[in-house]
């Protein structure tokens, strides 16, 4: 699968909850179950206001031609040895000069994750969540745990699968004695949203998923389940350390 269309599938959870990106959700849907990666699709992505910069941000620091290059989208959703090569300033200068966060928090908020950069913050949608997006909402449901909990990539394994039903376990989000962690393993029925895709169409029991807004985006391998575990982990730890 491509970058662009791997790209879309992470993004259309939340767009079809007009939390992110234009108000194209069907357009986007279609270019999925169609399979077809085009300029169109290309265009709609790149109106993400988040998540593109960012991709941006990851294929120039790492001298990559295409934001949507494979790897590129891996990185930022999943985690890969990308983020490893960018330097603090330059993730600082582009949260600031591209991002505009310094307009978006307020003083003490951009203060804290200054803070984060600092001691290690990476360009990972993780680190967005936890850092950037919870304190930057301006509905008060944005500040939730639930809330934060889908906006996270979480890895998920299949249970069993019954017609467009796909039963998985994951760990979701907790806030306990003032920290954030993952919890234990939940049951969750979810269906399955986009049902072209060979891979999502395959599942059997025992196979690892990545889940985002309650949309199953891939199978993924073990590799990457480990690595967006780091990952997240990383950026829940540093999140900790200003609660």
Same mark, same amino acid.
Request: glycine content about 8%; proline content about 6%.
């Given at each position: 699968?491509? @970058?662009?269309?791997?790209?879309?599938?992470?993004?259309?959870?939340?767009?079809?909850?007009?939390?992110?990106?234009?108000?194209q959700n069907r357009e986007i849907f279609s270019h999925i179950v169609e399979n077809e990666g085009d300029l169109g699709l290309v265009e709609l992505l790149t109106k993400f206001e988040t998540m593109y910069p960012y991709l941006r941000h990851i294929a120039l620091a790492n001298k990559i031609r295409e934001p949507l290059d494979e790897k590129v989208v891996e990185a930022y959703w999943i985690g890969n040895k990308l983020l490893d090569n960018i330097p603090k300033q330059k993730f600082y200068s582009y949260l600031v000069d591209d991002l505009r966060i310094k307009d978006k928090l307020d003083t003490k908020s951009f203060e804290l994750v200054k803070s984060k950069i600092g001691t290690g913050a990476l360009p990972h949608h993780s680190f967005h969540v936890l850092d950037i997006w919870r304190r930057s909402g301006k509905e008060e449901r944005i500040h939730s745990i639930s809330n934060m909990s889908?906006?996270?990539?979480?890895?998920?394994?299949?249970?069993?699968?019954?017609?467009?039903?796909?039963?998985?376990?994951?760990?979701?989000?907790?806030?306990?004695?003032?920290?954030?962690?993952? @919890?234990?393993?939940?049951?969750?029925?979810?269906?399955?949203?986009?049902?072209?895709?060979?891979?999502?169409?395959?599942?059997?029991?025992?196979?690892?998923?990545?889940?985002?807004?309650?949309?199953?985006c891939e199978k993924i391998t073990k590799r990457q389940a480990e690595n967006l575990k780091k990952y997240t982990n990383w950026h829940i730890k540093l999140a900790n350390e200003t609660l």
């Open positions: 699968m491509d @970058g662009l269309l791997r790209c879309s599938r992470y993004a259309f959870g939340p767009n079809r909850l007009y939390y992110c990106g234009p108000d889908e906006c996270l990539v979480r890895v998920g394994e299949v249970i069993s699968v019954s017609g467009p039903f796909i039963t998985i376990k994951s760990e979701p989000l907790v806030y306990e004695n003032g920290k954030l962690s993952f @919890g234990p393993m939940e049951k969750t029925q979810l269906l399955r949203e986009l049902e072209s895709d060979y891979d999502i169409e395959q599942l059997k029991a025992g196979d690892l998923v990545s889940i985002h807004w309650s949309v199953i």
